[in-house]
């Protein structure tokens, strides 16, 4: 069983940059892709970035490219999304997720563990 962890949510202007944070216990983190996924005001949920298992292979939604990146350090059972440039339509509960095919998570069909979740604020 992994557990998944985010901090790193809050309120930021347009145009801020925020750092999400999640940390893995329980599992074997390395073995594991991570992603990072989305659920706006009354919509459903959206995926954000998908990293494999060795950081070799990264994959965004086109909305996010050049603004979002994903990262993990394996020594410290952790993936991060920095997010730049940041707009009010980014506004969501941000959630990280653990599959072990990255293919899964880029195509949103699931994961085998996820996070409580984190509230991304961006006001205008």
């Known amino acids: 069983q992994v557990q998944l962890v985010e901090s790193g949510g809050g309120l930021v202007q347009a145009g801020g940059s925020l750092r999400l944070s999640c940390a893995a216990s329980g599992g074997t983190f390395s073995s594991y892709a991570m992603g990072w996924f989305r659920r706006l005001p009354g919509k459903e949920r959206e995926f954000v970035a998908a990293?494999?298992?060795?950081?070799?292979?990264?994959y965004y939604a086109d909305s996010m490219k050049g603004r979002f990146t994903i990262s993990r350090d394996n020594a410290k059972n952790t993936v991060y999304l920095e997010m730049n440039s940041l707009k009010p339509e980014d506004t969501a509960v941000y959630y990280c997720a653990a599959h072990r095919s990255t293919i899964v998570l880029r195509n949103n069909k699931g994961a085998d563990y996820w996070g409580q979740g984190t509230q991304v604020t961006v006001s205008s």
């Open positions: 990293i494999s298992y060795s950081a070799y292979n990264t």
